[in-house]
T-cell receptor, first 116, second 117 residues
Framework: AQKVTQAQTEISVVEKEDVTLDCVYETRDTTYYLFWYKQPPSGELVFLIRRNSFDEQNEISGRYSWNFQKSTSSFNFTITASQVVDSAVYFCALSVVGNSNYQLIWGAGTKLIIKP | GAGVSQTPSNKVTEKGKYVELRCDPISGHTALYWYRQSLGQGPEFLIYFQGTGAADDSGLPNDRFFAVRPEGSVSTLKIQRTERGDSAVYLC???????????????FGAGSRLTVL
């Protein structure tokens, strides 16, 4: 069975602080994809990144960076110099390749509050 | 269209009533998904369409839930004999098909909030 755990229910930081959102996943499959989505107060989930299981290279996109470590089954997300506009709920999700189904397995989300 | 459009944005109904929720995906996206999201939780998969057919409906909770996509574009999620436990935000997403299952990047609509009194 597959599972995604986001242990941090809510994080609150002051603007300009760095913040890391944790994601731990479980799967017995060797080929899979990991995703991060952002859900701002408007409610629309927005895609941030996709990573396949064979690519452990970390990725940086502006103030966002992702650390994928298969040894610990983690795919953590760091926001550097946070801004108020980063306030949202962030979801980590897992998809297994080759299954007959096409569903994403989602974590419960981490609510990030950036205070001015 | 430019994005995924869902109507209505809000629906309040009484227990036992029938409800239809509509999704208009991005033009050209052959894959369409329905998810359900309860407060404080991640989305829960309901059904996946590839074209007109439901390729995976394993997430539908029971036979009160049904979805169609007759022309391979717009989809309607239908809920019969609604119950209070059906209250949630129903999310629709669409994607291009990459040819690798599991790799699709989903574009979501804003959701339809269903409240069953």
């Amino acid at each position: 069975a597959q599972k995604v755990t986001q242990a941090q229910t809510e994080i609150s930081v002051v603007e300009k602080e760095d913040v890391t959102l944790d994601c731990v996943y479980e799967t017995r499959d060797t080929t899979y994809y990991l995703f991060w989505y952002k859900q701002p107060p408007s409610g629309e989930l927005v895609f941030l990144i996709r990573r396949n299981s064979f690519d452990e290279q970390n990725e940086i996109s502006g103030r966002y960076s992702w650390n994928f470590q298969k040894s610990t089954s983690s795919f953590n997300f760091t926001i550097t110099a946070s801004q108020v506009v980063d306030s949202a709920v962030y979801f980590c999700a897992l998809s297994v390749v080759g299954n007959s189904n096409y569903q994403l397995i989602w974590g419960a989300g981490t609510k990030l509050i950036i205070k001015p | 269209g430019a994005g995924v459009s869902q109507t209505p944005s809000n629906k309040v109904t009484e227990k036992g009533k029938y409800v239809e929720l509509r999704c208009d995906p991005i033009s050209g996206h052959t894959a369409l998904y329905w998810y359900r999201q309860s407060l404080g939780q991640g989305p829960e998969f309901l059904i996946y369409f590839q074209g007109t057919g439901a390729a995976d409906d394993s997430g539908l909770p029971n036979d009160r839930f049904f979805a169609v996509r007759p022309e391979g574009s717009v989809s309607t999620l239908k809920i019969q004999r609604t119950e209070r436990g059906d209250s949630a935000v129903y999310l629709c997403a669409s994607s291009l098909v990459t040819g690798v299952s599991g790799a699709n990047v989903l574009t979501f609509g804003a959701g339809s909030r269903l409240t069953v009194l």
